[in-house]
């Protein structure tokens, strides 16, 4: 008997993280951080995180805190309005089994810029 390949389990999870300064971390100067909406994949939302946090260690960014906004099912069920683009995002992170970066809003002190 051969052995099918499983269907994969995999999902993507939309995920908020907060960076903080770093040598190398492509930030601009006067920025204090950044929030990156990332579009992870994973077979649930805390192997997501761990792969998510990985590569972002890897990319010379330093991690610190992680929000989970759970699958594209989940957010629709939510109410959150998904657009093309980045239900575009979303599928290709499952395609690929990769960690995308949508966004990238860096933190800036008050008074300063």
Known sequence: MSKDKKPSRQQVYT????IGRKDG??????????ALVIYASGVDEAEAVRETVVILKQAD???????????LDERL???HEIDEE????????????AVIVA?????????EA
Do not use: I
Not at 103 to 111: K, L, S
């Open 86 to 97: 980045e239900s575009a995002l979303m599928q290709r992170a499952l395609d690929e089994n």
């Open 103 to 111: 966004q990238v809003t860096p933190f800036f002190d008050e008074g």
């Open 61 to 71: 960014t330093a991690p610190l805190d992680v929000t989970g906004y759970g699958t």
């Open 77 to 79: 069920a939510e109410g």
């Open 15 to 18: 995920l908020l993280v907060e």
């Open 25 to 34: 971390d492509g930030l601009p100067d006067a920025a204090t951080g950044a």
